[in-house]
Every structure is written in C-alpha cells, then in structure tokens.
C-alpha cells in the first residue's frame, strides 16, 4: 500500500451524492484510513456498501466541536457537505452551511495542521455574464441579482 493510500482523510457530506460517490471510489481503490463525517438524520442508504469500511463520525459541521473532534490526527480532507436548494425561504440555511460551515472546516483544518484540503464546489460559482457571453474561470465574479443564493453561498464558501 502506498504512504498516500495511509493517509487519514475526512470526507465531509460522506452520506451525500458527491460525498457517498467518492467514499466508494476511495473504499474499492483501497484506503482505508477513512474518516467519514454525517449528521445523525443522516441515511446510509448510498452507503451500505462501506458502511462497516470506514469511520463513522457524527458530525454537523456548525457545530465547532464537533469539526474539532473529527480533524483530529486528519491528513486530508474532503469537503462535500453542502445544503442544495434553490428555494428563497432556504437562504439563511444555505448561508450557515455552504459559507459558515466550509469557514470552521477551513479554520480548524489549519488549526490541526491538515496537509491537503479539498472543497467540491459548483459551477454555479462560474455565475453569469450579462450579456449572454460564455464565462471561464478568469471571468470576473461580479455581485448580481440573476445568481441564486445556492450560487451566492458556493461562491463565499470557495473565497474561504
């Protein structure tokens, strides 16, 4: 097994789509010095294939302890949680989680001196351009009405 393959990695989300896909891949390419963060409603249904694989720990990730507790001896994370919603009543939400929960991620993986950090963001951070032009990733982010506060959220969370 390579060094990289013993490597303590959390994954944030682990029992989302993104987060869920990743665990399996990760699992079948042989880690298995997984860390696996979800919140206590969270199903399992994505992953019973490695439930019993990896390192479950209950984790909502505003609430500082608890990211704290699961940081602990970690090496690299991935972070996939994420609320996804495109409905306006959701936007304080949306805020606390995508933004506020990517920055005690962020601040507490430089606390305990974790190596790599990966955050899954969206493309819906590209936002877009007014006059209908195709956007890249040097096109400036500019502030606008036309984004949803899913895109908003994403955005802040990457400036992190």
């Known amino acids: 097994m390579t060094a990289q393959k ?3 990695i959390l994954i944030t ?12 891949y990760l699992v079948d390419k042989g880690y298995s010095n997984i860390r696996a963060g979800r919140r206590s409603s969270s199903s399992m249904e994505l992953v ?7 390192e479950w720990v209950e984790m909502d990730i505003l609430d500082i302890a608890q990211v704290e507790d699961a940081m602990e001896g970690v090496d690299m994370v991935f972070h996939c949680a994420a609320v996804v919603s495109y409905d306006s009543k959701d936007s304080l939400l949306l805020y606390k989680v995508n933004k506020e929960g990517t920055e005690n ?3 507490s ?8 950090f990966v955050h899954i963001s969206s493309v819906a951070t ?7 032009q195709l956007i890249h990733e ?23």
């Open 13 to 24: 989300g682990a029992t989302g789509f993104v987060g869920s896909y990743l665990l399996r």
């Open 109 to 116: 993986a430089l606390q305990y001196g974790v190596k790599k």
């Open 126 to 132: 590209l936002g877009r351009d007014p006059k209908g």
């Open 138 to 160: 040097k096109t400036k982010w500019e502030r606008s009405d036309m984004y949803t506060n899913y895109a908003k959220t994403k955005y802040l969370a990457e400036m992190e």
């Open 48 to 54: 019973t294939s490695v439930e019993d694989k990896v």
């Open 6 to 8: 013993q490597h303590k």
């Open 105 to 107: 991620l962020v601040n």
